[in-house]
Every structure is written in structure tokens, then in C-alpha cells.
């Protein structure tokens, strides 16, 4: 069974730096894209960065410049570094990952379970 664990929200003030990270385990035989999302109060869930396998990368037009995202491949794991962050930035982080388990001939997509992310005025 393959899991993404999350780690590293908290309560943050405007201005400041947190990096998220999402660990993935079990069966894994490759990992294709790997990103975070997050779902504000009242609001859809929303694309925040993603990392392909070769290295690319794709951000929201709100964090460019702002956030980071990176990944480890021989440990599985996404970071997601936050800088700058304001109070928009509140919501529920959701990493995401496009994973083959091992035995299987096709990728399948896997969520955590969120780590929420707070940034005070």
C-alpha cells in the first residue's frame, strides 16, 4: 500500500518561512510528478507547485517567486519552501503524487492527508 505523510504546517506570522515535506512509502516502483495543492476556507482546492521526475517545475502565479519546491528521489519526498507568506496563504497543504506501485503497469494518483498552514496578520 503506498502513503504520502505530510509534515510541517504550523502557525506562522506574516512574513515568515516554512517548508512542508511529504514522504512517500510502501510498494513504490517510480514516482512520476509529485506537488502540493491546498484548499483555503470557503475556497476550491487550488495548484500550488508540482515537480516532474526530470527535474521541471510548475508554479501558481501567487507563489512564484515566493515558494519552492523540490524533491529527494532516493528518499520519495517533496518540499514545498514557503517564504514570504501572508495571510492568503492560509489553507489546508495537500501534497500530491503520481505513483506505480510495484507490480502494477500503470501510475496512480495518491494523497495525503493535509497539514495545515496558518499565517497571522
Known amino acids: 500500500q503506498v502513503q504520502l505523510v505530510e509534515s510541517g504546517g504550523n502557525l506562522v506570522q506574516a512574513g515568515g518561512s516554512l517548508r512542508l515535506s511529504c514522504a512517500a512509502s510502501?510498494?513504490?516502483?517510480?514516482?512520476?510528478?509529485m506537488g502540493w495543492y491546498r484548499r483555503a476556507p470557503a475556497k476550491q482546492r487550488e495548484l500550488v507547485a508540482i515537480i516532474f521526475s526530470g527535474g521541471a517545475t510548475n508554479y501558481a502565479s501567487n507563489v512564484k517567486g515566493r515558494f519552492t519546491i523540490s524533491r529527494d528521489n532516493a528518499n520519495d519526498t517533496v518540499y514545498l519552501h514557503m517564504n514570504s507568506l501572508n495571510p492568503e496563504d492560509t489553507a489546508v497543504y495537500y501534497c500530491n503524487a503520481v505513483i506505480r506501485p510495484r507490480g502494477s503497469a500503470y501510475h496512480n494518483e495518491y494523497w495525503g492527508q493535509g497539514t495545515q498552514v496558518t499565517v497571522s496578520s
Open positions: 510502501g510498494s513504490i516502483f517510480s514516482i512520476n510528478a
